[in-house]
Structure formats: structure tokens, C-alpha cells
């Protein structure tokens, strides 16, 4: 997997005043009385830590206000304008300021370079982001949070865990119906993953009916967000509650403004794109009639093994599996649609083949959260048992009605996997 970007940014002269809101609003009391207490509880339950869906990595900015503004040719007048042309045609609050175009800045000078590949995949997932994105009446330049999340590598991987093209964390993707299991991992599927993603965005428009504050909820939680509207004495702005904001969050949002100005404006900064691979309306999905691996349909169909990879990034061993009661489908080139079925009967005869010689069996197929009997073993102690499945202890002792640490071999244990 190619790891994130790391990018760190220096910037100056950061705005300490309340910028003014859109509307001059501030929350009102009876904040909570025309919105789905449960959901909002559910949501709130998750901001504890930091936030389900995130990884800093790709867009940290370090406030340094006595350092230089970094020197790349972009006029604050003409910047000003294109802001203020990107705020009139959307719902986000594109307002100017220092720290806004030292982000952008730092951008053109540190990322240049990355933008043609960067854009390459953004005209692969950008069409399929916005279908959903529509389907579900959320503004599309959304799109861009995903560049501000994974830099568009669908199996992206943060230090915490969160995963995929929206860095669903395994709790929050379990809410939103992505599974994980022994073989597939759906946070790291583009289509499941982008209309979780609009369902998890619609729930935080849902609760603070601004866009501005989904994006900074959807980095720290809205827990975090609805503390710093509070502390802020009501305000509902973004700009006006920034201060109050985790650090990393207060960063977050205007490196999404950043990638979005850079976006609508590439052809000015003579950011071109390179030729993408493939475009995801030329694609489609098929499903399998058994187990079967990418190098096994590769080596059938003559389809090169990278770009059948490319199109299938939620299996994790490379293996479409076969179960009963599940859609796995293969996705492929619709122009090779045909030469798959060609070949189907020689592909699973290979595979058929491959599977009477291996050594090791594959391994046993379960799905991450569901329930799973595991017999104790020689050597085995609640500690070993406990990290091998991304468990605690305590919750082993708990399923398990265990008053002691002691095992006794052939022992049946309950264990609800996380890994």
C-alpha cells in the first residue's frame, strides 16, 4: 500500500478576530428540539476521541506567525476574487484570509508535483462521488474531503486505524454497514464506502444545518464541534468557532478549502493532469461462481493484474471469496467483460487446480464483530488470545463469564473479533 502523503506547512500571520458569519447567526437554545435525539446520541458516542473518520497526516499545517509568507506568485487581490467567485456558487464559507492563502501556498510549493497522478484518480472516482453525493442532495464539492482524507488511495490506512477512500474507523463503518472480514474489507470499497460516507454527512447536516461545521465534525466528532459552538457563546460559523477547535480539526477545514480553490482553479496554476487509468463509467461488475484470485484471472484473460487490483481494493488477500448469502462481484473493464466469460470454466479449473496443491490451507473465512467459538490451545493464555483477535481482556472475561485468568486446554471461548 502507498502510504499518505506527509506534508508539514508552515504558515503566518493567523487571524486571531471572529470572522462574521454568512447569516450572523448564533445557536439557539432549543438547538436539539427539531432533531433525532438518537441519532444525534449515536453520533456524539463516537466523539470521545478524536474523530471516526480521519488521519492528520496529509494536510497538517504548524502555526509559525513570525516566520515568512512562503514566496509562490499568487496576488492576494486575485486570490480574494476567486474566493470570493467559489463562495457565491457554494454552500461552504470560502472567506478570505492570511492563513487560507499560506495553505494554498504551501500547496503550490510542497504538492505541485503530486497534482497530475492526484488528478489522474480524480477523474476515475470523481464521477461515481458525485452521483452519490447528489443521490443523497449534498453539495458535490464534497468530493474533495476524500483528497483531504486518503489523497484518493482507497486502501489508505491512518496511525488509529481508519481506512479507505473516507477513513472509516471499524466502529463508525460498522454503523453504516461496511463490513470487514478475514477476506474483504468494504471500508476500502470506493462504491460502499462514498454512499456511507454521504449517509454518515447527511446525519451531521441533520444536526448542525451548516456544511462548514459537517466538515469539522466530521474530522473531531460532533462532540467536539457543539463544545466549541458553546464556548464560543453560540456562534455557528466555522470562522467564528475555529479558535475552539481541536488544533488538528482548526487545520482540517481550510486544507479542504485549499484543495477545493486548487481544483477550480488548476488550469491557472498550470496544474494538468495526467491520462487516467481507466474511467469508472467503463467499468462494471460481475460475479464469481467460486473462490478465485486476481493472478488466476489475470493469467486466463490476459487483463493486466495492476489494473484488475486497482479495481477491486477491498480484497485484502487479492481473493474474490465465494460465500453463500454474499454479492462479492469482480469489477473489470466492461470491454473485457466478455473475454472473462470466455474464460470462466479455465479460470476455476486453475484455481481448482492451484487449491488441490497448496500446501497451507486458505484461511477460514469470518467476518470482524461476529460471534466466533475459539478452543483454547496448548500454550494459550487470555493476553495472547486477546491481541491475536483485537480484543481486550476484559471483554474475553466478560463474554465468557470468567471470574479468573486461568484456561484449561480444548476450553471453548466466545470472542467477537476485531481482527
Keep these: 500500500m502507498k502510504e499518505l502523503f506527509v506534508f508539514i506547512f508552515l504558515t503566518a500571520n493567523i487571524l486571531s478576530q ?8 448564533k445557536f439557539e437554545d432549543n438547538l436539539f428540539l427539531d432533531y433525532d435525539i438518537v441519532l444525534i446520541d449515536s453520533l456524539l458516542l463516537q466523539s470521545e476521541q478524536q474523530s471516526p473518520l480521519y488521519d492528520n497526516s496529509s494536510y497538517y499545517l504548524v502555526n509559525t506567525p513570525n516566520k515568512s509568507p512562503i514566496n509562490i506568485p499568487l496576488n492576494s487581490k486575485v486570490l480574494k476574487e476567486r474566493l470570493k467567485e467559489i463562495h457565491a456558487r457554494t454552500p461552504f464559507n470560502l472567506s478570505y484570509n492570511p492563513l487560507l492563502e499560506q495553505t494554498i501556498k504551501s500547496y503550490l510549493k510542497y504538492r505541485k508535483k503530486s497534482y497530475p497522478a492526484l488528478m489522474a484518480k480524480a477523474l476515475y472516482y470523481f464521477p461515481m462521488f458525485e452521483q452519490y453525493l447528489d443521490r ?18 482507497p486502501t489508505a490506512k491512518s496511525y488509529v486505524g481508519a481506512t479507505g477512500l473516507w477513513q472509516f474507523m471499524y466502529t463508525t463503518g460498522l454503523q453504516y454497514n461496511l463490513k470487514v472480514s478475514s477476506y474483504v474489507d468494504e471500508r476500502q470499497n470506493p462504491v460502499k464506502a462514498t454512499e456511507a460516507a454521504c449517509k454518515y454527512l447527511s446525519d451531521l447536516y441533520k444536526i448542525f444545518q451548516d456544511w462548514d461545521l459537517v466538515l469539522a465534525a466530521y474530522n473531531s466528532g460532533p462532540g467536539n464541534v457543539l463544545k466549541a459552538i458553546k464556548r464560543s457563546g453560540g456562534y455557528k460559523n466555522y470562522w467564528n468557532i475555529r479558535r ?17 480553490y486548487l481544483f477550480e482553479y488548476q488550469k491557472q496554476h498550470n496544474l494538468i493532469s495526467e491520462k487516467p487509468l481507466i474511467r469508472h463509467f ?5 460475479r464469481v461462481k467460486q473462490l478465485v484470485n486476481f493472478e488466476q484471472i489475470a493469467e486466463k484473460t490476459k487483463i493486466n493484474f495492476e489494473l484488475i487490483k486497482f479495481l477491486n481494493p477491498s480484497y485484502k488477500l487479492e481473493m474474490i471469496p465465494f460465500i453463500k448469502g454474499k454479492n462479492y462481484a469482480l469489477r473489470l473493464p466492461k470491454k473485457n467483460m466478455l473475454r472473462f466469460l470466455n474464460n ?28 466466533i467459538r475459539y478452543k483454547v490451545r496448548s500454550g494459550d493464555y487470555l493476553g495472547k488470545i486477546a491481541n491475536r483477535f483485537g480484543v481486550r481482556i476484559s471483554d474475553l472475561k466478560k463474554w465468557n463469564r470468567l471470574k479468573s485468568s486461568k484456561l484449561k486446554i480444548g476450553q471453548r471461548l466466545t470472542v467477537y473479533p476485531k481482527r
Excluded: C
Design 136 to 153: 443523497y442532495n449534498i453539495p458535490l464539492e464534497m468530493k474533495y474531503l476524500a483528497i483531504v482524507e486518503s489523497t484518493l488511495n
Design 18 to 25: 471572529n470572522i462574521p458569519s454568512k447569516k450572523g447567526e
Design 244 to 260: 475552539y477547535l481541536p488544533t488538528e480539526t482548526a487545520n482540517y477545514v481550510p486544507a479542504f478549502y485549499a484543495t477545493m
Design 344 to 371: 470462466e470454466k479455465a479460470i476455476y479449473e486453475l484455481a481448482n487446480k492451484e487449491a488441490a496443491s497448496r500446501e497451507k490451507p486458505l484461511p477460514k473465512y469470518f467476518e470482524l464483530g461476529k460471534r
Design 282 to 286: 467503463e467499468t462494471d461488475t460481475i
